[in-house]
DNA sequence: CATCTAAACATAGCACGGCTATGTTATGTA
DNA sequence: TACATAACATAGCCGTGCTATGTTTAGATG
């Protein structure tokens, strides 16, 4: 009778509010509940369901935010003339928004790894991988690696360090090992070394309070 | 009247049974509740809070029990005449532990890394600065790297390596980049390029299907 | 060996977690 | 304006970790 009706639309404000709450919640160390999460908003628990299908939904929309926003803080990263500067200014950058936010770093590697959208993760390892493939066009690189093995080996390292710092038991000076482990990678795929110093040198600033 | 009286022991049975049925259930994917764990057994709920104080206890034991694993796993590695070739085992077997137990490995790391005994872990990491030792007496390293920053370096590398792949969402062969990585780090610190690309080939052999 | 103590142990029930069933309301098309 | 549909609110279910309480058992003492 009513062949084309189409029924009420969800408020995509609601989702953005409740996934602001989870992560601010994750921030300030609150324990995120169903009941918790919703409580101080004005929608219900069922709000949860309609928008995610249930608190593992949820949990998977906090880690694709957290890609998002690691995205974000990478592309803050102005490319220069020197791509071993920048691919290091990407490294520390991806170290600077694990140490802000240490849980949401946790979260994003949690369980199974799924994502709503697995292209998030890998648009963030692309931009390693485009600053790999500068490299090689300016020669810093031998052409037996590939831009995306560099960019792999990159993320590893800085993954394994800011891991055990950020959410393990390693002290925060450790980081300052970053540098080395960066210049070894880089010098080993073919770099010059002092020239890989100078820019590795360059590269490092984690600004540890931008967000 | 009775001052010295002792009353009934607990028994050490009754912890280790709930520690391998655990670590079991981790295995084969169950899901671990305070009812399930105990269901099987001849023991009722309470046993879990003699025993642990609660599940946070018993999670806590179970990273430990982690730790004490891959110690047994690392003490298989027998030393030989080349230290660089020994630390790369070590790493090696370090991988293969993570590999062959990846839920247990997860959760070695997780929850603010709060262990029964923390000794444990640096128990763990002694392995290594033992080999990291012998390579700077053998004088494979330059003296400006402690012995404890080669340990750390190596584990930052092997631990980042393996978690992306184990847990996260690295494809397995992703492991191949170990041997270039390390050789990347001891060469940095000071080894012969060509005796160390050497020593790391020959330590190389994840087994991956020990324990 | 009998006795007494204290801790291990079993049982029952609580509060809170995620989830679902069901009723109500709002939206957008015809 | 009428109606179909899905967003939304409410209430309650089951499973979770935990605690309160009663019972049992190991073991030191005399």
Redesign the pocket.
């Known amino acids: 009778?009513?062949?084309?009706?189409?029924?009420?639309?969800?408020?995509p404000a609601?989702r953005t509010q409740l996934i602001e709450r989870a992560a601010h919640m994750l921030r300030t160390r609150e324990?995120?509940?169903?009941?918790?999460?919703?409580a101080g908003t004005?929608?219900?628990?069922?709000?949860?369901?309609?928008?995610f299908g249930?608190?593992?939904g949820?949990w998977k929309a906090l880690r694709q935010e957290g890609f998002t926003r690691l995205g974000a803080r990478l592309a803050q990263v102005t490319p220069s003339a020197d791509p071993v500067r920048d691919l290091t200014a990407l490294i520390a950058a991806y170290l600077g928004n694990a140490l802000d936010h240490p849980d949401l770093y946790r979260v994003m590697f949690d369980a199974n790894f799924d994502l709503e959208d697995a292209q998030a993760a890998d648009d963030t390892l692309e931009y390693l991988v485009q600053a790999a493939e500068r490299g090689r066009r300016a020669g810093r690189y031998r052409a037996d690696t590939t831009p995306l093995e560099l960019a792999t080996q990159s993320w590893a390292v800085a993954h394994g360090l800011v891991s055990l710092v950020a959410t393990g038991p390693l002290p925060r000076p450790t980081l300052a090992h970053g540098p080395l482990l960066l210049t070894a990678l880089f010098t080993a795929t073919g770099d010059d070394p002092n020239r890989c110093r100078q820019s590795v040198k360059q590269g490092w600033q984690p600004d540890l309070t931008s967000d």
């Open positions: 009778m009513y062949p084309g009706v189409v029924a009420r639309r969800r408020d609601v324990p995120i509940t169903l009941r918790s999460l919703v004005s929608v219900s628990t069922m709000a949860i369901y309609t928008h249930g608190m593992d949820m």
